[in-house]
Every structure is written in structure tokens, then in C-alpha cells.
């Protein structure tokens, strides 16, 4: 099962299910690897948007507190 973590940008969703992933986790890995990335759950959206319901999206990080949920 490939399920590559990490994908920020819309078009990398998009290009990696044109791979033909088997869903996506949309990550900044903690922030570690640029301190301007933004969150996971900013980009959420988006790549949902890219994705259009062909993967299932998962979100690691980026929610710290029940009202980010609601934002």
C-alpha cells in the first residue's frame, strides 16, 4: 500500500495520485524541515480539493487544540 506522507501542495496530491497512490497524509513533518511550512491542518483543504475524492486524506499534526477544529 503506497501512502506517501509529507505532500503540502494541491499539485503534489494531484501528481501523486496520477502515480497512483493509495491515499495521502498531508504533513509538515512537525515543522522540522522549513520553519515557514505552513500546518498541515492550513493545507487540509486544498488538497482535498486536488485530490477530489479518488484517495482517502489523512492529516498528522497541525491540530493543537479542539477550536483549530472548528476554524
Do not use: C, F, W
Request: proline share 7%.
Amino acid at each position: 500500500m503506497e501512502v506517501p506522507r509529507g505532500l503540502l501542495a494541491p499539485a503534489d496530491a494531484e501528481l501523486a495520485v496520477q502515480y497512483g497512490v493509495d491515499g495521502i497524509v498531508v504533513s509538515n513533518h512537525g515543522g522540522r524541515q522549513l520553519d515557514y511550512a505552513p500546518s498541515g491542518l492550513e493545507m487540509l483543504p486544498a488538497v482535498v480539493a486536488a485530490v477530489r475524492g479518488r484517495v482517502p486524506v489523512l492529516v498528522d499534526g497541525g491540530i493543537r487544540r479542539g477550536t483549530d477544529v472548528l476554524k
